[in-house]
């Protein structure tokens, strides 16, 4: 009894911006357009923040965005002109789809093989979810 009295004391003498703080922030895309070229100038950083391959956020660009991806330098280069926000949305749903849980929704993620299945699991709560295929 008297260990939850000082749970609750400590709780409450928290800022309140650490109990709701998120660890984890969406990132958002650096984007810019050349003629028909769409640039991501800081896609290094969305892989670091999303720790998922290269290869496996290419495909998924590639697939939602109808168009071909390649790298030059330090910049991540799609051959079609698009919007800030139609990059975001893709890469929101490329987190949502890919690194957060679907139960718990934490980032604590990684991509396993069960049985032939690419399988999404929580490091934070265990929940094994199936991943659809990139085609």
Do not use: W
């Amino acid at each position: 009894m008297e260990y939850e009295k000082l749970l609750k004391r400590a709780y409450e003498s928290l800022p309140k911006k650490t109990l709701t703080r998120k660890r984890f922030e969406m990132p958002v895309a650096d984007v810019i357009n050349q003629g028909n070229k769409t640039i991501i100038r800081n896609y290094q950083q969305i892989l670091k923040v999303f720790n998922r391959p290269e290869r496996h956020f290419f495909k998924f660009l590639a697939r939602e965005t109808a168009s071909a991806v390649t790298v030059s330098g330090q910049q991540l280069v799609l051959n079609r002109k698009l919007s800030i926000e139609e990059i975001q949305k893709v890469i929101e749903n490329y987190a949502n789809s890919f690194v957060l849980c679907s139960i718990c929704k934490k980032p604590d993620t990684k991509i396993i093989e069960k049985h032939g299945v690419k399988m999404l699991k929580c490091e934070a709560c265990g929940a094994l979810t199936p991943l659809k295929a990139i085609k």
